[in-house]
């Protein structure tokens, strides 16, 4: 079965930066889109960013492009999202998401809380 | 990239139908059939409930039925059941490889 794990977050200071990890399982990463979707404390979600099954295309929101990187080696079925610049609002729940071939986001993980805090 | 207008709560009692409107664009809703549903329970991932407007994933009982008109989808949950409280979000494909999602709407089951 589809399987996604997520790791990297914790409570970080403002300014500094940090990488999260996405580790698959139970399909073949390689042929996959993936995306990044996140969820502050009590809010909605919010799409942040997508690669390509093959990493040659990379697309993200405005409220993150230029702080944000997000990158995956399929060698190790691993999806990544590289933060600079972390302030008080990049405060939430990170999830990873497999693209369906529709448009859609048909698995999730469970997300990694990241905290910017002082 | 605006975010989707949802109502911000709906109900119903058990048995009973609700529909959640999802208010966009011309740019997004109205413009690809790339509408989706999500159901999230407290402190768990989303789940894929309804993909590209009325599409069931495997698995996704039949009282969930997707639509769209013009700007605006909605979400039908027929037959409520306790288990159907949650919080649910639609997103759409919004063109140059962006998605927008809603703000959510918490369905309570009365």
């Known amino acids: 079965q589809v399987q996604l794990v997520e790791s990297g977050g914790g409570v970080v200071q403002p300014g500094r930066s940090l990488r999260l990890s996405c580790a698959a399982s139970?399909?073949?990463?390689?042929?996959?889109?993936m995306h990044w979707v996140r969820q502050a404390p009590g809010k909605g979600l919010e799409w942040v960013a997508i690669i390509s099954f093959d990493g040659g295309y990379k697309y993200y929101a405005d409220s993150v492009k230029g702080r944000f990187t997000i990158s995956r080696d399929n060698s190790k079925n691993t999806l990544y999202l590289q933060i600079h610049s972390l302030s008080a609002e990049d405060t939430a729940v990170y999830y990873c998401?497999?693209?369906?071939?529709?448009?859609?986001?048909?698995?999730w993980g469970q997300g990694t809380l990241v905290t910017v805090s002082s | 990239q605006s975010a989707l207008t949802q109502p911000r709560s709906v109900s119903g009692s058990p048995g009973q139908s609700v529909t959640i409107s999802c208010t966009g664009t011309?740019?997004?809703?109205?413009?690809?059939?790339?509408v989706s549903w999500y159901q999230q329970h407290p402190g768990k991932a989303p789940k894929l409930m309804i993909c590209d407007v009325t599409k069931r994933p495997s698995g996704v009982p039949d009282r969930f039925f997707g639509s769209k008109s013009d700007n605006t989808a909605s979400l039908t949950i027929s037959g409520l059941q306790a288990d159907d409280e949650a919080d649910y979000y639609c997103c759409s494909y919004a063109g140059s490889f962006t998605w927008v999602f809603g703000g959510g709407t918490r369905l309570s089951v009365l």
């Open positions: 139970g399909f073949t990463f390689s042929r996959f889109g």
């Open positions: 011309s740019s997004d809703v109205g413009a690809y059939n790339y």
């Open positions: 998401a497999k693209a369906d071939s529709s448009s859609s986001f048909d698995y």
